[in-house]
């Protein structure tokens, strides 16, 4: 089946610095990815839509310039926590959606970021 | 935008026993999927069963089966023979199959299965 991997799986970083976090679809071409943030024991969040080749979606409250999002090719898309503070510590998500599969999203295995 | 609900943030159950777990929604489109997710600790988000609104059946995957009641919009999942494996967070969701594809989730409930 479809797999998505995300890297890394956690990362811990100091306020102010800047962490990348990839998602990447192994066995298939994602023409659209997802990013969710999750706080602890809450639901999952969009945060924005990536489409290869074109610029984000960022839902309303999403900040852009603070989280970056490049889709540059079918198999991958980056998220990028610019200046990160403490309150940006969660867990990111990312889906990518096969669209020859079935129904065709696939989660990614999430990132726990830390910021301190 | 639609909204899922999940009116039970924890749950239990004896091992071996079935259990129900409600989630009602909201939308005014007459075409969607409807989805339970299962994330356990590890956090990675496992399709445990999809529904798709057109069809009046409810959809099964062995122990895990659906009530589907569109009118209602209320799309409960039961665990049946209920085993250990099964705590984990359990979301319910919802996704358009018209507009920007993304998912709506509810805000989970917790599951504990006791031995």
């Known amino acids: 089946g479809a797999v998505v991997s995300q890297h890394p799986s956690w990362v811990i970083c100091k306020s102010g610095t800047s962490v990348k976090i990839e998602c990447r679809s192994l066995d298939f071409q994602a023409t659209t990815m997802f990013w969710y943030r999750q706080f602890p024991k809450q639901s999952l969040m969009l945060m924005a839509t990536?489409?290869?080749?074109?610029?984000?979606?960022?839902e309303q409250g999403v900040e852009k310039d603070k989280f970056l999002i490049n889709h540059a090719s079918l198999t991958l898309s980056t998220l990028t926590v610019t200046s990160a503070h403490p309150e940006d510590s969660s867990f990111y998500i990312c889906?990518?959606?096969?669209?020859?599969?079935?129904?065709?999203?696939?989660f990614g295995s999430g990132t726990r970021l830390t910021v301190v | 935008a639609q909204t899922v609900t999940q009116s039970q943030p924890e749950m239990s159950v004896q091992e071996a026993e079935t259990v129900t777990l409600s989630c009602t929604y909201d939308t005014s489109e007459s075409d969607y999927y409807l989805f339970w997710y299962k994330q356990p600790p590890s956090r990675q988000m496992i399709l445990v069963i999809r529904?798709?609104?057109?069809?009046?059946q409810n959809a099964t995957e062995n122990r895990f089966s659906v009530n589907f009641q569109k009118a209602a919009k209320s799309f409960s999942l039961k665990i049946s023979d209920s085993q250990l494996g099964d705590a984990a967070m359990y979301f319910c969701a919802y996704r358009s199959s018209n507009t920007g594809n993304q998912f709506y989730f509810g805000t989970g409930t917790s599951l504990t299965v006791i031995p």
């Open positions: 529904q798709e609104a057109y069809k009046q």
């Open positions: 889906s990518a959606r096969d669209p020859l599969g079935d129904y065709g999203y696939t």
């Open positions: 990536s489409n290869e080749g074109s610029k984000a979606t960022y």
